[in-house]
């Protein structure tokens, strides 16, 4: 279910714009400050990890959409 939900929304509403090992980066930051924060380990700010984990998951990042940024080398469809 959720890989279908995933290429729904990444076909037709996510622009990609995250790719390679900024994506890889994400999800490696995002899924360790999330775990130190679930653990105790860290302060409240720690669930701050859920923001890359989530552009990493999704190849999709507002703020390179809004500055024109791009690491992923696929092409996107017009």
């Not at 679930?38 to 507002?62: E, H, S």
């Amino acid at each position: 279910m959720a890989l279908f939900l995933y290429r729904i929304l990444e076909s037709h509403m996510l622009n990609i714009n995250v790719g390679g090992a900024d994506r890889i980066l994400r999800i490696v930051v995002g899924l360790l400050l999330v775990a130190l924060a679930a653990t105790g380990q860290v302060g409240a700010w720690g669930w701050i990890g859920v923001v890359p984990l989530a552009t990493g998951l999704f190849r999709m990042c507002p703020l390179y959409s809004l500055f024109g940024f791009k690491t992923c080398p696929v092409s996107q469809p017009k």
